[in-house]
């Protein structure tokens, strides 16, 4: 069964959107788990807003007040996904293949930039140290907040 997608983010699209709802039974909600949190968000949810209406902190030291705002250009709000999730677009596609982000070490990770993923099905969030969450430490993990890690 296909629905439309109604959620509001998707703007002028979202008549183009189509999601199936094989992947979880009809009316579920997928869950997002990021920063020690479980939380649900309609199908098709933009992940940057979902986390930030849930009070995780998406964004290291000063990128909390110099970002995009979810426009895809800055690269702050890059995450590592595992589970379904749209595609990369290609405005993902360019501001991960430029520096701090490289396109092969940001593929090898699996980063994907939050204000341009739309949650599909249930995910797995994790973040990075460094302005752009391009660093090597983990700041918070699916399992465990900020502060938590040993």
């Not at 979902?50 to 970002?67: P, T, V």
């Not at 396109?103 to 797995?124: E, P």
């Amino acid at each position: 069964m296909h629905l439309p997608c109604t959620y509001p983010e998707h703007g002028r699209f979202r008549d183009r959107h189509r999601f199936s709802h094989n992947h979880t039974s009809f009316g579920a909600m997928p869950q997002i788990t990021a920063a020690g949190q479980t939380f649900s968000c309609p199908i098709g949810a933009n992940l940057r807003r979902s986390l930030l209406d849930n009070n995780i902190d998406l964004h290291n030291g000063g990128s909390k007040l110099i970002n995009c705002r979810g426009l895809g250009t800055c690269g702050t709000c890059a995450v590592q996904l595992q589970g379904e999730a749209s595609p990369p677009n290609w405005r993902e596609q360019q501001r991960l293949g430029f520096p701090p982000h490289r396109r092969d070490a940001s593929t090898a990770k699996g980063l994907r930039l939050a204000c341009q993923t739309q949650v599909l099905g249930d995910i797995t969030v994790t973040k990075f140290e460094g302005f752009w969450g391009q660093a090597d430490t983990i700041r918070w993990s699916p399992q465990q907040g900020p502060g938590e890690l040993a």
